[in-house]
């Protein structure tokens, strides 16, 4: 079973930028696919960004041009860079990985835009 660990999250004015961090155990990382959810309170959860192991990305159109998903695979490690923040972006951010049908999620982290 792969466990993933957030980190970044936290408290941002409009405008501004966060970077979210997602480290997966195990050894499949390199050759699975990638992604960033989230979901606000009584919201559907999100689709917001996903990269495959050849580095194709997908963005959800509420966040393009705003937020990269990038990965690190000698770190095991997915990250969301988070710019031009809204107060609608509020929300808790998961990452998950998928590799042949099978996905795998993390906690979560929480991501607050407000003034």
């Known amino acids: 079973q792969v466990q993933l660990v957030e980190s970044g999250g936290g408290l941002v004015q409009p405008g501004g930028s966060l970077r979210l961090s997602c480290t997966a155990s195990g050894s499949i990382f390199a050759i699975s696919t990638m992604g960033w959810a989230r979901q606000a309170p009584g919201k559907q959860r999100e689709l917001v960004a996903t990269i495959t192991s050849g580095v194709s990305t997908t963005y959800a159109n509420s966040v393009k041009g705003r937020f990269t998903i990038s990965r690190d695979n000698p770190k095991n490690t997915v990250y969301l860079q988070m710019n031009s923040l809204k107060p609608e972006d509020t929300a808790v951010y998961s990452c998950?990985?998928?590799?042949?049908?099978?996905?795998?999620w993390g906690q979560g982290t929480q991501v607050t835009v407000s003034s």
């Open positions: 998950f990985l998928s590799r042949l049908g099978d996905e795998s």
